[in-house]
C-alpha cells in the first residue's frame, strides 16, 4: 500500500494531458479521476489526522452512569473493521483507462487522418493554378457535377442559376 500511495503522488497530471496529447472526453475523464483522486486523498489525511484513542477514564469522570460507559467501552474493544474487496473497483478502473486508451487511440487515427487530408489540401491549394488561367473544359473535367447540373438545367429550360442575382445583383438593367 505504501508503495501505491509514493506512486501516486508521483504522477504530475498536468503532465499527462498535454504529453499525451489527450483532448475532449478523454481529457475530460481524466480531469474528473484526478478530482476523485484528490479528495479521496485528502480525506485519508483528515481521517489519518483524527484522534484514534478514545479515553474512558475521562467519560467515567465525567458521567454518572458508569454501564453506559463500560457498555461503550466493550462494542469500542470489540469491534472489527469492516474489510472490502477493492477487486470490483480495480477492475472498473483497469476497464475505464482501457476505455479511455481506446478513446485515445480512435482519436488519434481521425487526427492523423484529418492532418493527411488537410496535407493533401494545402499541397493542391499551393500548387493550383490562378483561377484566370482555368478553361471551362478543365473546371467541368475537376467537377463533373457542374456539368450535370447545367445540364439539368438548360433541360427545364433554366438559363439562369439560381440565388445568382440575389448574390451579385441584377447586370439586365445596365
Known sequence: ??????AALKI???RIGTSLGLKG????????FKKRNDDARRKLQVLADAPQE?????????LKNQSVIDEIENHFKSFKPATYDVGRQIKAIEAFEAQAVKN??????KVDLELQDLEKTLKNIEEARPFEDLTVDEVAAA??????????LVSKGRWSVPGYKEKFGDLSIL
Open 1 to 6: 500500500m505504501a508503495v501505491g500511495r509514493s
Open 143 to 152: 467537377r463533373p457535377d457542374i456539368d450535370e447540373r447545367t445540364s439539368q
Open 25 to 32: 472526453q478523454t481529457a475530460t475523464a481524466l480531469q474528473n
Open 54 to 62: 478514545v479515553n474512558f477514564a475521562h467519560y467515567r469522570s465525567i
Open 104 to 109: 485515445a487511440e480512435e482519436t488519434k487515427g
Open 12 to 14: 504530475d497530471w498536468a
